[in-house]
């Protein structure tokens, strides 16, 4: 089993940053890939960001440009920085990893851009 812990939400006022982290343990040797997700009120879960082991990442278009997702493995943590906040960006955001047969999640940390 993998156990993540986000940490580094608040609130912000647009234009601004913040950086997240996700730190992960247990099997963490099973990881293949992880990611950021939000969750808006009222909206579907959507992919931010994701990374892979090769370090390969992509974007949702949204936020393109704007985030950055990277990986620390002797850390055993990702990280979401986030620039040019925008008051759409404010969600709970959840860490994501996947092993090959299966995936896990953080408990969330919201993100609050005050416009």
């Known amino acids: 089993q993998v156990q993540l812990v986000e940490s580094g939400g608040g609130l912000v006022q647009s234009g601004g940053f913040l950086r997240l982290a996700c730190a992960a343990s247990?099997?963490?040797?099973?990881?293949?890939?992880m990611a950021w997700y939000r969750q808006a009120p009222g909206k579907q879960r959507e992919l931010v960001a994701g990374?892979?082991?090769?370090?390969?990442?992509n974007y949702a278009d949204s936020v393109k440009g704007r985030f950055t997702i990277s990986r620390d493995d002797a850390k055993n943590t990702a990280y979401l920085l986030m620039g040019s906040l925008k008051p759409e960006d404010t969600a709970v955001y959840y860490c994501?990893?996947?092993?090959?047969?299966?995936?896990?999640w953080g408990q969330g940390t919201q993100v609050t851009v005050s416009s």
């Open positions: 990374i892979a082991r090769t370090g390969s990442t």
């Open positions: 247990g099997s963490t040797f099973m990881i293949t890939a």
């Open positions: 994501n990893a996947q092993i090959p047969w299966n995936q896990y």
